[in-house]
């Protein structure tokens, strides 16, 4: 269950990615981001979801949105998982599960009828200011991806204003005067 909901301030973070990077939250720029926590580097589900984001990046960056994967690993199988797979979204680092169990995104689970402890696979958009603006909990990485840019598409729509209901009284006014 995640404890963050929206509106919140999205946990700053200080990870690597596959060169040895650090990225931080804090510092980057972005008119949105998309968090997104996937269990491991090079499986098939993690696999379909990353190439996914790839595939959809450029439309991503007409909305001014940073994709961020995270998970365990290190940079190692983060450069390897890239190079395989020709990956473009930045992947990054979390070996103890930190950050993951800041965002809500860690703990015990069940696979192929074991409970174990795992990355859950969960999706968060923030805003400019990093606040948390949709959460998407146990995400199917066949059609998470365009449920995210569509949310951020709609983001972007110019707000419907509804036009006020409330008639008008005119009888202050005497017709002779006009």
């Known amino acids: 269950m995640i404890t ?9 973070f200080s990870l690597k990615d596959k060169d040895n990077k650090i990225h931080t939250l804090k510092e980057m720029h972005a ?22 984001f790839t595939e959809a990046i450029d439309q991503f ?17 983060k450069k390897l998982f890239c ?17 993951a169990k800041k965002y809500s ?13 795992g990355i859950f696979r969960n999706t968060f958009v923030l805003d400019a200011e990093k606040k948390i603006i949709m959460i998407y909990e146990k995400v199917k990485p066949e059609t998470h991806i365009p449920e995210v840019l569509d ?4 983001q972007k729509e110019p707000q419907n204003v509804q036009a006020d ?14």
């Open 4 to 12: 963050l909901q929206i509106g919140d301030q999205a946990p700053d």
């Open 31 to 52: 008119e949105y981001f998309v968090i997104y926590f996937y269990p491991q580097d090079d499986t098939p589900g993690c696999t379909i979801e990353a190439k996914s």
């Open 61 to 77: 960056k007409k909305f001014n949105t940073e994709i961020i994967g995270i998970s365990g690993g290190d940079e190692t199988t």
């Open 83 to 99: 190079t395989k797979h020709h990956l473009k979204v930045l992947l990054l680092s979390d070996p103890d599960f930190a950050v």
């Open 105 to 117: 995104s860690y703990g015990e689970k069940e696979v192929m009828g074991q409970t174990v402890e």
């Open 151 to 154: 949310f951020i598409r709609r």
């Open 165 to 178: 209901d409330t008639e008008y009284d005119d009888s202050q006014f005497d017709e002779e005067q006009w």
